[in-house]
């Protein structure tokens, strides 16, 4: 028969049990508030971040970076910047991405802007329905000489999380502007679009001013769950403790 352990090894083990407990307990709790301190952190960037934006597209247009500007053009400083560029479109060369808008499914219509110092810029002349994606059938909007006020975006590479772009068989899911000055033989390329206002074109298409500008703005919410979790766990720890120390007294 196995010897019963004595009380003195009951004690024992449970002692290094609690502190195995007592000690996990304290790296989650600090973990938790660590993520809560992140969080709250992330908050303020994002709310930085908002502010930033909003000035930016509510400024008076500007001049889109020019060639010896475009080295310094980043996604933290110009993107959804208020800005104007005046050329030649080049609407044999016009791109359709797929794209879902509140006017329903369709493509953006993406075309090069030829300017007078020879750089281009790809420019989202706005939305069009997919019955509309055959230029013949809208060809009152195709203008050429122009001036375009919008916003500066950052280029968009490769594809979406769900789908990629398939530039051989020119099939496009995103504004990836490398890739398509490739793909349609244009030279000088700025690293970024304009998406073009809300200014009519004639016929009525290209429909431009619909740029999304939403960024998620949770981390109050991820904040207050991290910390009431700690709280939680904290908690519970007290309670155990409280729990030991009455059983040792008893």
């Known amino acids: 028969m196995a010897d019963i352990p004595s009380e003195k090894a009951q004690r024992q083990h449970t002692a290094a049990g609690l502190t195995i407990f007592c000690g996990l307990m304290v790296l989650l709790i600090a973990a938790l508030v660590s993520l809560g301190i992140w969080q709250v952190e992330r908050l303020s960037w994002k709310e930085d971040l908002i502010a930033r934006v909003d000035q930016r597209v509510h400024q008076e247009p500007v001049p889109a970076p020019a060639r010896a500007q475009w ?16 050329g030649i479109l080049q609407n044999d060369k016009e791109t359709l991405i797929y794209a879902s808008t509140a006017l329903g499914p369709g493509y953006w219509v993406i075309t090069p802007l030829n300017l ?4 281009s810029i790809l420019i989202n002349r706005g939305f069009v329905p997919t019955d509309k994606r055959d230029a ?14 919008g916003l500066l975006r950052i280029t968009e590479p490769k594809g979406t999380l769900i789908k990629s772009n398939d530039p051989a068989n020119d099939r496009w899911y995103s504004r990836d502007v490398a890739a398509i000055a490739d793909r349609r033989n244009v030279a000088d390329v700025a690293p970024y679009f304009i998406d073009a206002d809300a200014t009519p074109n004639p016929g009525g298409l290209p429909v431009g001013g619909l740029t999304q500008i939403a960024f998620p703005n949770n981390h109050l919410v ?9 709280i939680m766990a904290a908690g ?10 009455r059983a040792r007294r008893a």
Not at 139 to 147: C, L, M, T
Not at 222 to 230: E, K, S
């Open 71 to 86: 080295g310094k053009v980043s996604r933290a400083n110009d993107e959804y910047r208020h800005v104007t560029a005046e």
């Open 116 to 119: 007078s110092d020879g750089t």
């Open 136 to 149: 013949q059938t809208r060809s009152d909007g195709q203008v050429q000489s122009v001036k375009i006020t």
């Open 222 to 230: 991820y904040a207050i769950t991290w910390f009431a979790l700690a």
């Open 236 to 245: 519970l720890l007290a309670f155990v403790f409280r729990s030991e120390l």
